[in-house]
């Protein structure tokens, strides 16, 4: 079966349950397949809304405006990721959101580890409680989109406490202090949350920095 038959499927068994849930994952399985990376960015909660899906919000490139901050981010990410070692002067990324966003999201796969919405301050705690009620999920999301690299959007500890928990994970760190660690061919980063509180340019050049590093 194909990656969104099987997405599918774990999304009806979870909205069997609560009717609520929000679709994540893949939404262009094709195009996911043939870009190259696959990238799978873990995030904590969508911000508003019920039953809807994220995946079909991406292949339409987010919100219909200039800017979205986080997917703005996650656009300018993963151009800069499937470009590498090329480096763009932040003149070229800083602009033309809307359509960075068209071309690159359907291109990726967004996970939340919590799967209902939330508010427009994540609450830590339940953020990492959701993501050990979903444990048995995320490990099927994360075995069934075979990711060559994962970016854990400030959801290190939740991701991997939820699909690694009996695991030795052994962590280094790039040069320049970014945490990661290899399960098998698949580089899983700690990093910081696309709308964090710093410059983009800050955080897009360190995920550059250190994933240059890491791909070497």
Known sequence: ???????????????????EVIEDGVSDEDRYISSVYRIMYVLKEVNGGSGWSLCEHLRNGGRDQEHDPTWDNIARWTEGIFNLPEEFKWSQL???CRQRRKDMLSRICAVNVKKTSGGYISNSREIYMSAQDNSDI???QYKLYAPDIVVCCGTYEAFTDACFKD?????????????????????????????ARVSDCYLYYALMDAIMEILK
């Open 167 to 195: 695991e030795e994970i052994k962590w280094q760190t790039t040069a320049r202090g970014v945490w990661c660690f290899k399960d098998g061919t698949t580089t899983v980063i700690s990093f910081s949350h696309p709308a």
């Open 1 to 19: 079966m194909s990656i969104i038959g099987q997405q599918n499927e774990i999304f009806e068994e979870l909205r069997r349950i609560n009717p």
């Open 94 to 96: 800083e602009n033309n």
């Open 138 to 140: 995320l490990k099927r």
